[in-house]
């Protein structure tokens, strides 16, 4: 089978994959291939983000969003890094999500841009359209994108591994080369065979990891893929183990992963123990109910052990009615579906696993340590969100990397060339069909280990029992690789296994506990 030659392949599509094929896209010559997951190309994490966009707020300033991303992020920033967020993230904002794609940022009464408050801001600068803002913003760029003829869509696609010289090269001589990235290889789920995607630069823009664990607000792709196959490939991955937990998800059996955005805190929202007490004070006398989210978490968490509570209760019942709904629409409306009216009763909330900090490592322009690999957004280590991320960051970054990385692109003028015939396609090998219970049961069992041994509040005993655990699972799910037919929940599983051992390892090897790696038997940061 021939393979699938571009110029560009980037691997997901949220809105740093967007932001990279948008730019990329405006020289008519340039192929760019976009392969998804997902039947549905929008589906991504950026579609679920509800709180917002950074932006530069009212009496706000560079130096201001600098310091409060430095401050969030425990100290572990890299300052140049947030710089460039906090420069040119506004500037994006304004150029492409409102001049171009035309997001229709909510607004005061007056005209003007609605600034939204979120924890750890010193100022109200948060864009939101309602509680949607991520869907908003995705169906903005996937109608500029459709509109862009050399802009190719392959949906129900998932990456199986990056081709890699000399690892897939035939000639055994490229063993001296350094590793380079040429494209990769893809499994179509229609007809159940792998492609070879041959591109001049791949851009990873896979998003998050959060179904590695049992709890979390990610979507259903959100397994590691990018992160997995960069790893294979020898890229280097940075504070992995920074694994953010978001504070308030709905507790209720019927909205599981519900997020209860940080914004109805920033509208005033607080957080009760169930006998109706406050007590974030407790933890944070100066930010109480928006402090940085690990520490919200970890509150969260000590009051449900100590008190043996199953959730705490986030109260916005005492603001306007009319404000909350058409503030949060959709979670009032998937409260109300859950039995609970948020304009008269408190919502039950517990913490979930939120966001990854680290990822594949970048420089300034998203190149990873692979020559022609690019990692952008959620998947990429930037350094910009340190040991903890500043709410309503995540859409920004991956809105100014993935312009990033086209740019950089468009500087190497022409690509890099594949010759087809150096890159073998894949060997189908066994046809023994995947037990879908053995896969089920494997993931789960990733998604507890991962839970309770490498979660929120974590130790060395618990962490060393993680990684036994992990490392027997892996072996078990590469000999079940190798021996049974692939399909895209197999391929998920193995990335999956991956990705927990990434995080696991990270999370052992450092002792320091710092922002959201909090391990109880640590060294505590700055006393070294
Ligand atoms: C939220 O709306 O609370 C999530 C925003 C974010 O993750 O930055």
Redesign the pocket.
Known sequence: MSPVESDVLIVGCGIAGASAALRLSEDRQRRITIVTRASDPEESNTKY????IVTLGKGDSVDLIVQDILEAGAGLSLPSAARILAEEGPVLVRDVLIGQAGIPFDRTPDGKLDYGV?GAHSCPRILHVG?TTGQAIIDGLHRLMRERPNIRFVNSATGVDLITFPHHARDPLAVYQPITCHGAYVFDQADATVHRYLAGATILATGGLGRIYRYT?NPEGARGDGLAMAYRAGARVLNAEFI?F?P?VLAAPEAEGF?????VRGEGGRLLTPDGKAFMAKYSPEWKDLAPRDIVARAIHREMVEHDYPHVLLDVSFLPADLLRTRFPNIYARCLEAGIDITRQPIPVVPAE??SCGGVWTDAWGRTTIPGLYAVGEVACTGVHGAN???????LEGLVWGERAAQDIEEMGALPETDPAEVPSWEPGVSEDADPALIWRDIRTIQYTMWHYVGLIRSTVRLDRALSDLYHLKEEIEGFYRTTRLNDALIGLRHSIQTALIVATAAKHNRVSIGCHYLEDGKQAGVL
């Not at 983000?49 to 917002?52: F, K, L, M, T, Y």
């Not at 991320?389 to 859409?395: C, F, I, P, Q, V």
Request: aromatic share 4%.
């Open positions: 983000a509800q709180g917002g979120e509680d607000t953010q978001h308030t997020l209860i955005s940080e914004a939120h966001y991320r500043l709410a309503s960051t995540s859409l």
